[in-house]
T-cell receptor, first 116, second 116 residues
Framework: GNSVTQMEGPVTLSEEAFLTINCTYTATGYPSLFWYVQYPGEGLQLLLKATKADDKGSNKGFEATYRKETTSFHLEKGSVQVSDSAVYFCALRSFYSGGSNYKLTFGKGTLLTVNP | EAGVAQSPRYKIIEKRQSVAFWCNPI?????LYWYQQILGQGPKLLIQFQNNGVVDDSQLPKDRFSAERLKGVDSTLKIQPAKLEDSAVYLC??????????????FGPGTRLLVL
């Protein structure tokens, strides 16, 4: 079945540090890949997505590249800010057997704390 | 554009009691999802509606959970009777069209349930 594995947190960085959060996946077919962010007390927000191999999703200085050969979708940002403190979820959406819809499967989330 | 609305935001009940959550999706969104997010884990799909019909409820514990989406707009999720392990955040999400491969889901703020 489909699954997403992301690095365990928490991750603590100083402002302006470089961020990488690793994400690997297992899926049938050709999934779309997503990063969602959850700020304290809020719902999940789509941060970026990529729909096919070698696509790069980017938003708010974050980026991730869909690597089919390594089944990975690592999230990166060159210089984090205190306001980036949140929980980050990697997710995939792929057709799955036994159903006619496209199911969204999430990783467990990585808590990022950025200190000033 | 108004986002996905959910109520209540917080609920505390005792085990064996019943509880209901309400969701109002983004206007015009045909697809509605309910997720359960247990602390430290990613959201897990409970049920997906397309208009007022159920597309996928394979992970809904039907002996105690029920959901409906009358008139294809608002939805309610009910738990009766609640168990301790139902303590979680219940997220509602909606998307514009039938769950296509690239469709983006928009999440509400969630209802945090604590079962004592």
């Amino acid at each position: 079945g489909n699954s997403v594995t992301q690095m365990e947190g928490p991750v603590t960085l100083s402002e302006e540090a470089f961020l990488t959060i690793n994400c690997t996946y297992t899926a049938t077919g050709y999934p779309s890949l997503f990063w969602y962010v959850q700020y304290p007390g809020e719902g999940l927000q789509l941060l970026l997505k990529a729909t096919k191999a070698d696509d790069k999703g980017s938003n708010k200085g974050f980026e991730a590249t869909y690597r089919k050969e390594t089944t990975s979708f690592h999230l990166e940002k060159g210089s984090v800010q205190v306001s980036d403190s949140a929980v980050y979820f990697c997710a995939l959406r792929s057709f799955y057997s036994g159903g006619s819809n496209y199911k969204l499967t999430f990783g467990k989330g990585t808590l990022l704390t950025v200190n000033p | 554009e108004a986002g996905v609305a959910q109520s209540p935001r917080y609920k505390i009940i005792e085990k064996r009691q019943s509880v209901a959550f309400w969701c109002n999706p983004i206007s015009g969104h045909a697809t509605l999802y309910w997720y359960q997010q247990i602390l430290g884990q990613g959201p897990k799909l409970l049920i997906q509606f397309q208009n007022n019909g159920v597309v996928d409820d394979s992970q809904l514990p039907k002996d105690r959970f029920s959901a409906e989406r009358l008139k294809g707009v608002d939805s309610t999720l009910k738990i009766q009777p609640a168990k301790l392990e139902d303590s979680a955040v219940y997220l509602c999400a909606s998307s514009l069209a039938p769950g296509g491969h690239q469709e983006t889901q928009y999440f509400g703020p969630g209802t945090r349930l604590l079962v004592l």
